[in-house]
């Protein structure tokens, strides 16, 4: 049995908290939200998650500095944009015997680093020697799993051991969990994806079916691969499940809130307004500006995530964007 702490009772991180705590180890969740907290420790249940019934045993909580006693694992569930504050606010608690684990899908605005890349940036600052980060990504919606539904999903890690480690801690009968050492490959894939989700959100929004979500998706992964070779990923990483398996759940699921967030959009409404109705954190804008850094860092050709930009940040209209995509110069595949 392993003590597992999660930093972030969001509806990821609250799933995952059931999911090891229904495998059989102490698991501690904390969060933010007091009411949350409170609601989920008395009726065991998740305002974001109706359909989902929480174990008695995961213990959540709002006190922070506690929670770490005795642990052996940290799993960061956060969004992006505050996950470098988190994990700052935790080293002091850290060393060298503990699991480190993302579930975060994003980077880092200005360096462009992904979660694992913060955490080892953090863990140097302050002097800790530790190699056993993971990453934790793949087709895996949390009302699905939290649900005991069948899912599969990668452990990734520059520490084989420390994969390994992990896909035993959480593996199942109903979730199956597969090793890999791209680390920069599997995250840049659970970054990508959120943007090429809007995309087909916007599709679906300006009237468009499934024949161009289909193509979205397909011409998207070629957008992600180019990105990957430009930073030194492994193909086959994006014909993965955390490359086009969680790119297909993540852009044609209507439980994926970038999903809904771009339909929205293509419907007309203001990115800012559709935000505010998804009533989550929306993680493919967050990256938006940093997809397009990439671009132009690297010279990499995005025309889907550049248009998505466009309509997102410089109001441009979602049908002449589609029209404009539509229209470009002819090429062979």
Wanted: hydrophobic share 40%; charged share 25%; aromatic share 8%.
């Amino acid at each position: 049995m392993a003590k597992v702490l999660i930093l972030g009772a969001g509806t990821w991180g609250s799933v995952v908290a059931n999911l090891l705590a229904l495998n059989g180890h102490s698991v501690t969740c904390w969060g933010r939200n007091k009411n949350l907290i409170s609601k989920l420790n008395s009726e065991h249940t998740h305002d974001k998650l109706p359909n989902v019934v929480f174990s008695e045993k995961v213990l959540f909580t709002n006190e922070f500095e506690s929670s770490f006693y005795d642990k052996d694992v940290i799993i960061y569930a956060i969004p992006s944009n505050a996950f470098r504050e988190l994990v700052d606010k935790s080293i002091k608690y850290i060393n060298c015997k503990h699991y480190l684990i993302s579930l975060t899908k994003g980077m880092e605005n200005n360096s462009l680093f992904t979660m694992s890349e913060i955490i080892e940036d953090e863990l140097k600052k302050h002097g800790i020697v530790n190699d056993k980060i993971v990453v934790l990504s793949g087709p895996t919606h949390a009302e699905e799993v939290g649900k005991g539904m069948a899912s599969m999903i990668v452990s990734a890690s520059k520490n084989d051991n420390a994969a390994k480690y992990i896909q035993d801690l959480f593996m199942n009968e109903s979730f199956r969990v597969y090793t890999n050492n791209d680390v920069k490959g599997v995250e840049i894939c659970a970054a990508f994806k959120n943007v090429i989700a809007l995309a087909c959100g916007i599709i679906a929004g300006v009237g468009d079916g499934d024949n161009m979500k289909a193509a979205t998706i397909t011409r998207g992964l070629a957008e992600m691969i180019r990105v990957g070779d430009a930073l030194g990923c492994k193909k086959e990483t994006f014909y993965g499940l955390a490359g086009v398996g969680d790119m297909i759940v993540t852009a044609m699921s209507t439980n994926s809130r970038n999903y809904n967030c771009g339909k929205l959009i293509g419907q007309g409404m203001k990115p800012k307004d559709a935000i505010e109705k998804i009533g989550m954190v929306v993680e493919g804008i967050n990256f938006l500006p940093k997809a397009i850094e990439i671009k132009d860092r690297y010279h990499v050709e995005l025309p889907i995530t550049s248009g998505v930009y466009e309509i997102v940040f410089n109001n441009k209209s979602a049908k002449d964007i589609v029209n404009f995509l539509m229209t470009r110069d002819k090429k062979a595949e």
